[in-house]
């Protein structure tokens, strides 16, 4: 089952747990910790964190569009997106804390007062793809489970729901399909059907448990994995 065929509520619910997870996370780091490296090249921890703030920012800005009508798109562009994302990594710890804050208790009241109608309303992505106002809670379960293990402190795949697990991996491929990458890799995922990516020849295999996987596939490092040889480099996604 994908995330999405989960009844609404659910959803949300499960993006709440996902943003209860980050701020676990988030909160036995030590303001020292949080200039300390990420999981992801070139950014500290404060750049997830700020991250992970302004998106819900930018979440709740659908969500005006959703409810009023009025178009009001994520970000101004991509650049505005990056900057401010390296502005807010220059603030302090609890600046940042409270920016953090403030942002996810702003999504949750306008999820909370969304009118029922509003949720099929059409939105549109920072990538530009048009969806229903409802898959910001995909949107959101996705930035905040992923990212709590980028801050690098004990978060791990192994403890994300299920269902999370699944609706991520069939993202991924999904993606890569679309980009026409990793023809040639089969997923050996432990008691589920090999998967194959493509049609490729020579096929490259990953074997491993559902949690390993998806980390690979996401681009976290292969951890728990085997290969006939050295375990390849996943494909990008985004």
Request: negative net charge; proline residues 5%; contains cysteine.
């Amino acid at each position: 089952m994908h995330f999405n065929d989960l009844p609404l509520t659910e959803r949300l619910l499960i993006a709440r747990r996902g943003t209860a997870y980050f701020a676990q996370r988030l909160a036995e780091l030590t303001d020292d910790d949080l200039d300390g490296d990420s999981l992801l090249d070139e950014w500290t921890r404060k750049h997830v964190v700020a991250h992970v703030a302004y998106n819900a920012a930018a979440l709740c800005r659908l969500m005006d569009w959703a409810a009023t009508g009025i178009e009001t798109p994520m970000y101004e562009s991509p650049e505005q997106r990056s900057q401010e994302i390296k502005q807010g990594a220059t603030l302090s710890a609890a600046a940042l804390r409270n920016l953090f804050d403030h942002t996810v208790a702003r999504l949750d009241e306008r999820w909370r007062h969304l009118p029922a109608t509003a949720w099929d309303a059409d939105v549109r992505t920072a990538q530009g793809r048009t969806v229903p106002a409802a898959e910001t809670a995909w949107m959101r379960t996705r930035e905040v489970w992923i990212h709590a293990v980028d801050l690098d402190n004990g978060a791990r795949f192994g403890d994300f729901p299920d269902v999370v697990l699944d609706s991520l991996l069939a993202d991924i491929v999904g993606m890569w399909r679309t980009k026409d990458l990793g023809a040639d890799l089969v997923l050996h995922i432990d008691g589920r059907a090999p998967l194959a990516i493509g049609e490729g020849c020579d096929a490259r295999e990953v074997r491993g448990a559902p949690a390993a996987v998806v980390r690979w596939a996401a681009g976290r490092g292969a951890i728990g994995l085997t290969a006939d040889g050295e375990v390849p480099q996943s494909p990008p996604w985004l």
